[in-house]
């Protein structure tokens, strides 16, 4: 069975930073995409970015573009969420997955086929 288990997540001021990791198994990580989604209290899944592991093409959604960073680390299985200048709007459950990487696919959340259980970010103001 394919796991993915995210962390990292925690409570954070307005303009700080925090790093999610999300850690695969149970699939061949290289050549696979991984993506990361947001869930907001009242609001839909977001998909925010992701990573072909493969050949390490990275998207972005416009509300993280220049302040998030995706990247992973094939020998430890872990793709990563760097995020900077943190904002009350970043609020939500932070949550990993496996799917297509593509510019049309990764805000797509019916598209990804396993997902990890959350990781709670706060911002506060």
């Known amino acids: 069975d394919v796991q993915l288990q995210a962390s990292g997540g925690g409570l954070v001021q307005d303009g700080g930073s925090l790093r999610l990791s999300c850690v695969v198994s149970?699939?061949?990580?290289?050549?696979?995409?991984i993506g990361w989604f947001r869930q907001a209290p009242g609001k839909e899944r977001e998909g925010i970015s992701c990573i072909d592991t493969g050949d390490n093409r990275t998207f972005y959604s416009d509300s993280v573009k220049g302040r998030f960073t995706i990247s992973s680390d094939v020998h430890k299985s872990t793709v990563y969420l760097q995020m900077n200048d943190l904002k009350p709007e970043d609020t939500a459950v932070y949550y990993c997955?496996?799917?297509?990487?593509?510019?049309?696919?990764?805000?797509?959340?019916?598209?990804?086929?396993?997902w990890g259980q959350g990781t709670l970010v706060t911002v506060s103001s």
């Open positions: 997955a496996t799917g297509p990487c593509t510019t049309y696919t990764f805000s797509r959340p019916g598209l990804y086929r396993s």
């Open positions: 149970g699939i061949t990580f290289d050549g696979h995409g």
